[in-house]
């Protein structure tokens, strides 16, 4: 889709909300911020809409993952709530040895009886948009298997992805996802959120290809919200009380852009 969004364009859902709440203050009308498929870039709005807008906070106490709202032709978002993360790298990008990309990476881990429903709903729709009947095959995996994962250091499957499957969610250098606490505060810290920890993760489905000859789904990173820490770290994880300081202080100039 070759759109242009005339609106004021914000990087990160932080960075919206904050300008919503300065605007506020002034008395402006407006009263809520959404995410723009079309741009990819949060908005904010004088409407007030349940569709439109994101509470993370509406939570459960099992994983579960919801269609938040249907996104434009080619993507929908998708919110896993509740979910077992594994080498988070979401506070600063790191480089993809096969791409020489600098990305924002995190495995989003779920049993694999779970009902997956939604998940299932939002890639067909990206395949459908992006390909119609004429599906292409996939070189690469976007649904993996857990016990396939091994390390090869040990040869054994690696820790925390027995049983499990997972999906791998990225965020470009350029687009870095936004990564808050329970409380919608901002962590900063690398060591914030550590693999094995319980998070919310909003993500963007969409279809991709040909690149190279090949084709495939991509999960874009959109948001991250740390609910629990976990106590026996896997996956590029560190130990509780070495997160202790990823609770920092929010700085409004480095995170909004306009």
């Not at 439109?52 to 709530?81: A, C, P, W, Y």
């Not at 049993?111 to 990206?126: C, G, M, Y």
């Not at 690696?158 to 808050?180: L, Q």
């Not at 550590?194 to 959109?222: A, R, S």
Request: hydrophobic share 35%.
């Amino acid at each position: 889709m070759n759109f242009q969004c005339e609106k004021i364009r914000y990087r990160t859902y932080l960075a919206a909300k904050q300008y919503l709440e300065f605007l506020q203050k002034k008395g402006r009308d407006e009263q809520s911020v959404y995410f723009c498929e079309d741009c990819r870039s949060w908005h904010l709005t004088k409407w007030v809409s349940k569709e439109r807008s994101i509470d993370l906070l509406t939570l459960n106490k099992e994983i579960q993952m919801k269609i938040v709202r249907h996104g434009n032709e080619e993507s929908t978002n998708v919110l896993f709530l509740q979910a077992v993360c594994s080498f988070p790298h979401v506070i600063e990008p790191e480089l993809n040895n096969l791409n020489d990309n600098m990305e924002y990476t995190i495995d989003i881990l779920y049993p694999k009886d779970q009902d997956t429903s939604a998940l299932d709903a939002a890639i067909k729709q990206a395949i459908d948009a992006k390909w119609g009947a004429k599906v292409p095959s996939f070189k690469y995996p976007f649904l993996k298997d857990g016990d396939k994962n091994i390390d090869k250091k040990t040869g054994e499957v690696r820790g925390g992805y027995e049983g499990m499957n997972y999906i791998s969610a990225k965020a470009f250098e350029d687009r870095p996802p936004a990564v808050v606490d329970a409380a919608k505060k901002p962590l900063t810290s690398k060591s914030a959120i550590v693999g094995g920890d319980i998070v919310n993760v909003f993500v963007n489905v969409y279809g991709w290809g040909p690149k190279g000859g090949n084709y495939g789904i991509n999960f874009e990173l959109i948001t991250v919200m740390l609910k629990d820490k976990t106590d026996k770290p896997f996956g590029g994880g560190i130990s509780r009380k070495a997160a202790t300081d990823a609770f920092s202080e929010y700085d409004t100039d480095d995170d909004m852009v306009i």
